[in-house]
């Protein structure tokens, strides 16, 4: 019984036992001994294969890690990083050295130099002591997925430009990464300012990356210090509601004046160039942000017939020529009006919005979840 276990048992456990060939009954004391005998063997089998499964594969393991040690041993030219040339070597190098395998084919970052960068002699900087790939992925995530962006991504010279959007305002952005001179294996993230028509804004928008680099276990600090926090205190909904008794009041009588506010806005907006569009969509984008309850306002205003939903066709009818500074809040605040709404939107719009291209992500992104929001 145990030579057949230990080679292929070619009998199924629930079946007779090996023994009752030699004349053992069942259910007696030693048939039972015999199962568990068989039963036992049988898992020995099974281990014993896996066992020849897992060395076969470990030594395609053994194969592929030799080949890309060779690939790496000859790095592309321009290289200068040392390589390692083991597999042990290879999982202790150190961050600095690893970071730079070549096998990514990624250029080393250039070295933090103040004085020499001329390019960035306006810029904020924040320094880490984590290697420049660790802040440029950090970085990469916080434009993705911390702040409404849309960046340009060039990883050779590790650098992301565009437009990011603080409280729905756009904020031209050219941000650099750079290897420390000064310490370790420290990097540097160098923000510059390139529209400079918001300066504090763009502040709120530096110390937002610098929290998020922290809250990521990135040890983090601003240049020359200034790591307090800033936030803009601006106008809100809340102000008008209190200088208002109407509109600090529930019901029918509370949306028709802020039925009235809406269209004003609107009414302005349509009539001035694209710097009053701009900060009308801002309003209306932050008002349905922060209010639920002006929602519904927002919705007659924008996606029933009438003046909001022509600007929007408008706009949208422009294609990618529209300005992003527009587009973005736009459709941000379409998506807080399809929240509220209580009526489908005005078919015209309706149709435009299923049949919009080019645009974006950011602002397809907004767009789409305003119409999966609709009733």
Known sequence: ??????????????????????????????????????????????????????????????KHTARTLDWLRAPPVGCALSVPMTLADTLTTAPADAEGLCGLRRPGAPVWDPGSQSLMATARSILVEASPGETWDVLRCFFREGLPSDLAEDEAAWRLTGTAFVDFVAIEVDVRIFRSGDYGSGSVAAFRHTSSKDVVRFSILLHRALSFMKSQGSAAWMEGGGDATVELVKPSWRDLEEDDEDANCEGDRADRVWDARIESILKAASTSGAAAREEAWQTLAAWGQECPKLRRCLARAVLGQGLGSSMVARTLRLGPAAPLSETFPMAAALRFAALGAEHAADADLAALLATIEGFPALVANEISEAMRHLP
Do not use: N
């Open 1 to 62: 019984a145990a030579s057949g276990a230990l080679g292929a048992p070619s009998v199924a456990m629930d079946g007779p036992s090996h023994c009752h060939a030699l004349g053992v009954r069942r259910g007696t004391m030693l048939d039972q001994r015999a199962r568990v005998l068989e039963e036992r063997l049988f898992g020995y089998a099974m281990a014993d294969r896996e066992a020849d499964k897992l060395r076969v594969e470990d030594e395609d393991f053994a």
